[in-house]
């Protein structure tokens, strides 16, 4: 079925939640006025629809393949990819001394998930790109950055960054590329890299790899890692690519999903390499790129989540089967109104987190104010694991709602699932995610995590004039999750948090997403609150279940022994 950009979202939670005026009331961003948004989010749509979406069929059934050496990319690609291009949509948030729009994040956010939802296998591409380009702008030479970005943001080149080898998954320090000093201002990179989104192409002019490796006299694990930029061509003395560099792709993976995305595994065999940043900070310089690339990710499973449901939705609308009334088609059914109902009003929460997070990305650059940096890092890892997990969940309904249809691939309804199944996976599993939630971000004692309940209840508060009931909930789920926050700071033996890591990180997206829907019923048109006291009533008390969970700490879990789990 077509695709529909979801734009009177966009706009709705722009306006009305995610602090988007707060983002354009600064000088950093004040030429994002309103109508400039509103062009941005039509054309960005128009692109998607039109371009994009028709794609995304085609990369699941004729794959990126590696022919002699030399990357295929599936039918169509090239001119997509030459859309996104064209049309400036690498850049938006890149700085324009360099030729980027300088846009906010917010906004590059609600393209990507209209991306997502088109075609993820291609959207990966100036996804990562675009994380590329926040590395170099932040930590590469003036002599790199001159050189480079303005290639990366006019589609000229693209990016990819290598962390993952065989031995070294979520474990970056055990790492065993390493990195000589040529003694001219470059080093020869050594190694072999997996698990590479859009290793290479075959519709730009070079492929830029940002490659983690240890110099000789690197201590061992993260501290001794620097970054490295590896291109697949050398540039000349002009600037254009010339010799090739001693890498190579030497497989692609055969992948549940993203057909479309050429995985690859790298070898790199002596290649010329520049340094970015200083030596040993690596990590930090990679992590400048990861930590968007996380609220990225998350925003990849919303799309992918919108695509799911308008897929199940339009089949909803015209299958008939049984007596249910209306129009005779399965929509009228109880159970599965209630499923497209869930995956819409999950989909509208995910989007109003990751929208949030953004919005305080953009009031970090905006103030560079402790706070808003604070936010953003609090709701980063929340913004990745439940915007994927929404992914994952929407689409595995969307298969239900298809009924027997949906395990048919010609219906097209188990690729969404196929394609969003990984991005659980990459960037830091949700796992990591929520353990980083309970541990890294609740070193400040719980400060931001505060701040943002004491937000939502304010929040509430403030509608219990006009929706007392729906208001209430929202109150008690935001005290029982404040709660639950005080219990988790008080413990000083981190295994009591790790063990209810994943619950509690669920358990504030739940909070979180209660709060949007509460917005919508106050500012939205019937529909959005009629959803709203859907979610509020039906999902939201999920909260207590998962709290009690938080609270139950480690004991019972590590009492379970290896051989209890014994097959």
Avoid at 57 to 73: C, F, K, M, Q, Y
Avoid at 208 to 217: E, I, K, N, S
Avoid at 410 to 427: M, S
């Amino acid at each position: 079925m077509p695709y529909r950009a979801p734009v009177a979202d966009f706009r709705f939670l722009l306006d009305h939640l995610a602090g988007f005026k707060a983002v354009t009331a600064t000088d950093r961003f004040a030429e994002a006025t309103p109508d400039m948004t509103d062009a941005i989010l039509t054309e960005a749509a128009k692109m998607c629809e039109e371009v994009l979406a028709p794609l995304n069929r085609a990369g699941d059934l004729h794959p990126a393949r590696l022919e002699n050496g030399i990357v295929r990319t599936s039918p169509g690609f090239a001119d997509g990819y030459r859309a996104i291009a064209e049309g400036g949509w690498i850049g938006m948030s890149a700085s324009p001394d360099n030729g980027g729009m300088g846009l906010p994040m917010a906004l590059t956010t609600a393209v990507n998930d209209m991306m997502s939802a088109a075609c993820l296998s291609l959207q990966l591409n100036p996804l990562m790109t675009q994380g590329q380009i926040e590395a170099l702008e932040h930590h590469a030479s003036d002599a790199l950055r001159d050189l480079y970005i303005p290639k990366l943001i006019s589609g000229e080149w693209c990016g990819t960054m290598n962390l993952t080898e065989p031995q070294a998954g979520s474990d970056v320090g055990a790492l065993r590329t390493k990195a000589e000093d040529n003694g001219d201002g470059t080093y020869a990179i050594t190694g072999q890299k997996i698990y590479i989104s859009w290793a290479d192409n075959d519709f730009t002019d070079n492929v830029c790899h940002l490659v983690l490796a240890r110099l000789p006299d690197g201590v061992p694990g993260t501290k001794g890692i620097s970054l490295f930029l590896v291109p697949k061509f050398i540039p000349d003395a002009d600037g254009n690519p010339g010799r090739a560099n001693d890498l190579r792709v030497v497989s692609l993976e055969h992948k549940l999903g993203l057909h479309g995305s050429p995985t690859a595994v790298m070898d790199y065999a002596g290649a010329t390499g520049w340094m970015v940043g200083p030596e040993n900070g690596g990590m930090a310089a990679m992590f400048t790129m990861m930590n968007n690339a996380r609220l990225g990710v998350g925003t990849q499973g919303i799309g992918v989540a919108e695509g799911a449901y308008q897929h199940a939705l339009a089949y909803a609308q015209d299958r008939r089967q049984g007596k249910a009334g209306g129009s005779g088609s399965i929509i009228e059914h109880a159970d599965v109104r209630r499923m497209l109902a869930e995956m819409k009003a999950d989909i509208f929460a995910a989007r109003a987190i990751a929208l949030m997070c953004a919005c305080a990305i953009d009031m970090t650059t905006a103030t560079d104010d402790a706070a808003w940096r604070a936010r953003a890092a609090f709701l980063t890892p929340i913004a990745k694991a439940f915007g994927t997990d929404t992914g994952i969940k929407v689409a595995s309904t969307g298969v239900q709602v298809h009924g027997g249809m949906g395990f048919v691939e010609e219906t097209g309804a188990a690729q969404y699932l196929r394609d969003v199944r990984v991005t659980a996976i990459y960037e830091g599993t949700n796992g990591i995610q929520a353990i980083d939630l309970v541990a890294r971000k609740l070193m400040d004692g719980g400060e931001a995590a505060r701040l943002l309940i004491e937000e939502i209840q304010t929040g509430a508060e403030g509608a219990r004039a006009t929706h007392a009931d729906l208001a209430e909930a929202v109150w008690q789920a935001a005290e029982d999750l404040r709660e639950t926050t005080d219990w988790l700071v008080a413990q000083t033996d981190l295994q009591q948090r790790f063990a209810g890591a994943v619950p509690y990180l669920a358990a504030f997206a739940r909070v979180l997403g209660g709060h949007a829907h509460l917005a919508a019923a106050i500012h939205g048109d019937s529909g959005r609150a009629r959803l709203a006291t859907f979610y509020i009533r039906r999902l939201l008390p999920e909260v207590t279940g998962l709290l009690t969970q938080v609270r139950e700490g480690a004991d019972n879990l590590l009492e379970i022994s290896p051989d209890d789990l014994a097959a």
